[in-house]
Structure formats: C-alpha cells, structure tokens
C-alpha cells in the first residue's frame, strides 16, 4: 500500500510504501506529521546529490519550521528508469557533499 507517489524534480515517480514509512517513522519519530514536506523535498528541492558508492539519489529541502528547530529535510530515494522509491529521510543541519555529484541546485551551493 501506497502512502504517496509523487512526480519529482527529476522526473521520476518516486513512491513511499507503508512498510518503508513504517520504517523510517520508527527511526525518526520527528517525521511524524510531516508527509507534507517529504513531498515537497521531492518535487521541489533545494539541491539533488547523486551518491555513485550508494546508488542512490540524495533530495535536501531546508525548512525554517521542523519539529528538530531550523533544518535541512534529506530524502534518500533509489531510481530505476523513470520510477523509484523512498529509502529513508531524515532531518539534518548541513548537507554532506563529499563523494557526491550536485544533479539538481548547482547555481545555490555558494549560498551554503
């Protein structure tokens, strides 16, 4: 069963299963109540960094009201083709950038 599928800035459907966000709310209770920003990270980011060690593309969304204060919201998603899913997310304060390539935001990172 789906939580949501959703479009994102990459043009990938990428999708969140009861069992994934089973997981991931279990791991990051802060998460609770904030499906709505997943969303956005996805289909609206600040960046986009590929991780070529992990196979897996990493979304940030910095929101200035979370339930952990001021923060980045991380979604790590696998693509396959023109689809994906979600593997985890979690809140963070800075964006690690080491091993990774920017796919999406470049034009930002000098406001870092």
């Known amino acids: 069963m789906l939580i949501f599928e959703v479009l994102s800035k990459l043009n ?11 997981h991931i709310e279990s791991k ?14 996805l289909e609206n980011p600040d960046f986009v960094y590929y991780s070529p060690t992990e196979e897996n593309f990493h979304y940030y969304k910095r929101f ?11 979604m790590v998603a696998k693509h396959f083709n023109d689809d994906g899913f979600i593997i985890t997310a979690f809140f963070v304060s800075k964006i690690k950038k080491e091993g990774k390539e920017v796919i999406y935001g ?6 870092l």
């Open 64 to 74: 200035e009201e979370t339930p952990v204060t001021e923060k980045y919201l991380l």
């Open 28 to 41: 990051h209770k802060e998460l609770k109540n904030q499906i709505q920003k997943m969303i956005a990270t």
């Open 106 to 111: 470049e034009e930002n990172i000098h406001k």
């Open 12 to 22: 990938k459907k990428i999708r969140l299963t009861e069992i994934q966000w089973a």
